[in-house]
T-cell receptor, first 114, second 110 residues
Framework: KAGVTQTPRYLIKTRGQQVTLSCSPISGHRSVSWYQQTPGQGLQFLFEYFSETQRNKGNFPGRFSGRQFSNSRSEMNVSTLELGDSALYLC?????????????FGPGTRLTVT | QKEVEQNSGPLSVPEGAIASLNCTYSDRGSQSFFWYRQYSGKSPELIMFIYSNGDKEDGRFTAQLNKASQYVSLLIRDSQPSDSATYLCAVRGGSYIPTFGRGTSLIVHP
């Protein structure tokens, strides 16, 4: 069974631009969560979607948004990029609703904001 | 502020020894506990999860949970150099939002 895939793997953007990241979960998984990982803050929860509904949202500004499609694929968008948004963005999928701990991570998208 | 604390390490153990990794958490309402392994430059990989007090074993790995003392630990028996990685502890409470520790770096030397 194929794992979680994320595109693109690497991205360089300029301050003020916006970016959209994509995640395809493991086949049959309906829960997708997004995380930001930085050396300074560690791994931080952004949001979780299940069956196209946002279930939880972490403590991030409204510039961070996401959505999930009927095929469970998910996208996250960051508008008005700031230098501090440079990070590894990880997507994880789970077969269970509201169980984001039992999840499987994708390889991540490395975003660099200059 | 819900916190999950881990010693950043590095924890250095010889090959074949038992590695003991610890994690404490602040939220008494925490319900489930997870250990992830993250190799440098890679994404986290789920190793084990535990919900109830006591021990849970899976191969060379044992997770131990003590809710009264609010700590969870991971024991790795017969440590191998391939176990060298950062180990992340994650805790989930009633809000279903997981909180991750910063991780403990483990080095297993031959």
């Amino acid at each position: 069974k194929a794992g979680v895939t994320q595109t693109p793997r690497y991205l360089i953007k300029t301050r003020g631009q916006q970016v959209t990241l994509s995640c395809s979960p493991i086949s049959g998984h309906r829960s997708v969560s997004w995380y930001q990982q930085t050396p300074g803050q560690g791994l931080q929860f952004l949001f979780e979607y299940f069956s196209e509904t946002q279930r939880n949202k972490g403590n991030f500004p409204g510039r961070f948004s996401g959505r999930q499609f009927s095929n469970s694929r998910s996208e996250m968008n960051v508008s008005t990029l700031e230098l501090g948004d440079s990070a590894l963005y990880l997507c994880a999928s789970s077969s269970k609703d509201r169980s984001p701990g039992e999840q499987y991570f994708g390889p991540g998208t490395r975003l660099t904001v200059t | 502020q819900k916190e999950v604390e881990q010693n950043s390490g590095p924890l250095s153990v010889p090959e074949g020894a038992i590695a003991s990794l610890n994690c404490t958490y602040s939220d008494r309402g925490s319900q489930s506990f997870f250990w992830y392994r993250q190799y440098s430059g890679k994404s986290p990989e789920l190793i084990m999860f535990i919900y109830s007090n006591g021990d849970k074993e899976d191969g060379r790995f044992t997770a131990q949970l003590n809710k009264a003392s609010q700590y969870v630990s991971l024991l790795i028996r017969d440590s191998q150099p391939s176990d060298s990685a950062t180990y992340l502890c994650a805790v989930r409470g009633g809000s279903y939002i997981p909180t991750f520790g910063r991780g403990t770096s483990l080095i297993v030397h031959p």
